[in-house]
């Protein structure tokens, strides 16, 4: 409650360790690790959470954006950059699901960012991992995704960015032959 994540992740640890089964303290757990950056524990935690409760979309959304980061970092191989990648879009696909109703439109939002970094992965990619035709879909999901949440909230002037960012990657993708 008071932000210090690291602590709560050693009170919210012990409290799972007592009860495993707590759907709350894993959920608590999970985005204790996640501002904590500690994305791979939050995955697991979130991971337990949604076979515990699996229509939690809550569980979901933050999974799918700790595996954002994932599949963003440097450190990350190809192959994981891409399983974790592809895990953000299902899990926001799944979050959207079950809360289709999600006002303020976040897993759109999210999962738009998610669509175009998968297709600037997949630009990026060499050997077998390149693929275009995967790449410029995904971007066109990015700017179908992105064009809702602007649909929805007309005002948004950073949703209004991240539609040209993608349709730039995308006519960048659709020239490059």
Known sequence: MDGDFKVAV????????IDSTNSTA???????????????????????EIAINPTDATAYYYRARAKGYLGKDNQTSPADKEKYLLGAIFDLTKAIAIDPDDTRNKYYQVRG???????????????H????VRA????????????????????RM??????????QKLAEAQAHK
Do not use: W
């Open 10 to 17: 050693a009170q919210l640890e012990r409290a799972c360790l």
């Open 26 to 48: 894993l959920l608590m757990l999970g985005y204790s690790y996640y501002h904590s950056e500690n994305y791979k524990k939050s995955i697991a935690a979130y991971t337990k």
């Open 113 to 127: 960012i998610a669509y175009r970094e998968y297709g600037v992965f997949k630009l990026q990619a060499t050997g």
């Open 129 to 132: 991992a390149y693929d275009k």
């Open 136 to 155: 410029i879909n995904s971007l066109k999901a990015s700017v179908t995704d992105l064009e809702k949440v602007l649909a929805d909230n007309p005002g």
């Open 158 to 167: 950073d949703i209004s960015a991240l539609i040209d960012l993608s349709k």
